[in-house]
């Protein structure tokens, strides 16, 4: 199966912009619809972003729509987070994951593989 791995995460004044990567290794990364989630502290896991294998699906959560960018380059086996205009409630670890079987889904339980996680911290 396919291994993931994300970086980018750093620390970014409030209104500043960032762009996570999240590597694939193992399996083709074009067999899998990919997502993008947080945790901030004291949080439960949250869906941010989600895009299709194809990349003709993509989806954002109500706080981060207009303001995040999900992409994907398959040839690379990479999928990015570019985000814009953070605020200081971005704070969190954020984790990609790969969804096998659903396709773009919103919810946590559809995916099936997880990367470690980047920590973002947006400070005031």
């Known amino acids: 199966q396919v291994q993931l791995v994300e970086s980018g995460g750093g620390l970014v004044q409030a209104g500043g912009s960032l762009t996570l990567s999240c590597a694939g290794s193992?399996?083709?990364?074009?067999?899998?619809?990919m997502g993008w989630f947080r945790q901030g502290p004291g949080k439960e896991r949250e869906f941010v972003a989600t895009?299709?294998?194809?990349?003709?699906?993509?989806y954002y959560s109500d706080s981060v729509k207009g303001r995040f960018i999900i992409s994907r380059d398959n040839a690379k086996n990479t999928v990015y987070l570019q985000m814009n205009s953070l605020k200081p409630g971005g704070t969190a670890v954020y984790y990609c994951?790969?969804?096998?079987?659903?396709?773009?889904?919103?919810?946590?339980?559809?995916?099936?593989?997880w990367g470690q996680g980047t920590q973002v911290t947006v400070s005031t």
């Open positions: 994951a790969a969804d096998c079987f659903v396709g773009a889904s919103i919810s946590a339980d559809d995916y099936d593989i």
């Open positions: 193992g399996r083709p990364f074009s067999n899998y619809a």
């Open positions: 895009i299709s294998w194809s990349g003709s699906a993509i």
